[in-house]
């Protein structure tokens, strides 16, 4: 939507749309990594993150050539292939790891990524169906204003339900963010209220 223009017409953007989503399946597991090779370090074992990051760079470069130049897809395999390549390297450190320190409570690592790949798929649900049903009968896209209009309505919908089912299937670090919210709105509170007795005592 930000890219469109006259040098970049509407089949272009819908291709990088295209390509951002494949790529931003891999968002979480690019994080975990991060998290991971700390931990290796702070066990003092950086041979074996280097060792896997080589392979997963190997891995995604047969792909890329396998899914663009072999099956001729489109520029978005490329995002498939780093998405691919992406999730088995934090697969790879988190077993490894797992066996390293002598296995973690599979029970506290499983249950709460269960609750939120439901929860996503909930979320997702509601916010396809919204998109292809406010595109044809409320918002007319091929105008700029509109688009953004639909883009900011799907998307609260989404975040709404997403947030809800969280609270619903009582997602850990959700809660904590409910929590983290409460306290700054006490906090708030609690600077306003001097200001208001400031602002009194100088009205007196």
């Known amino acids: 939507m930000a890219l469109g223009g006259e040098q970049f017409d509407w089949p272009d953007t819908v291709l990088t749309a295209r390509s951002l989503a494949a790529f931003g399946v891999s968002l979480f597991a690019q994080a975990i990594i991060v998290l991971l090779i700390r931990a290796f370090f702070a066990l003092k074992d950086s041979k074996t993150p280097v ?42 450190l988190l077993i490894l790891l797992d066996r390293k320190v002598g296995y973690f409570d599979r029970a506290h690592l499983i249950i709460p990524f269960i609750k939120i790949s439901v ?16 595109d044809q009968l409320v918002f007319d896209t091929t105008r700029t204003i509109e688009l953004v209009l639909l883009t900011i309505t799907v998307s609260s919908i989404g975040l709404a339900t997403y947030l809800f089912f969280a609270w619903f299937f009582n997602i850990e670090e959700v809660v904590m963010f409910y929590k983290f919210a409460q306290k700054l709105t006490r906090f708030k509170d609690i600077l306003v209220e001097p200001s208001q007795e400031v602002g009194s005592q100088k009205m007196t």
């Open 51 to 92: 060792v896997i990051s080589v392979i997963s760079v190997l891995l995604n470069s047969i792909l890329s050539i396998v899914f663009i130049q072999v099956l001729k897809m489109p520029i978005w395999g490329l995002g498939i292939s780093a998405s691919i390549a992406t999730l088995l390297h934090a697969l790879a």
């Open 119 to 134: 929860t996503t798929l909930i979320m997702a649900v509601p916010l396809y169906v919204l998109m292809k049903l406010f």
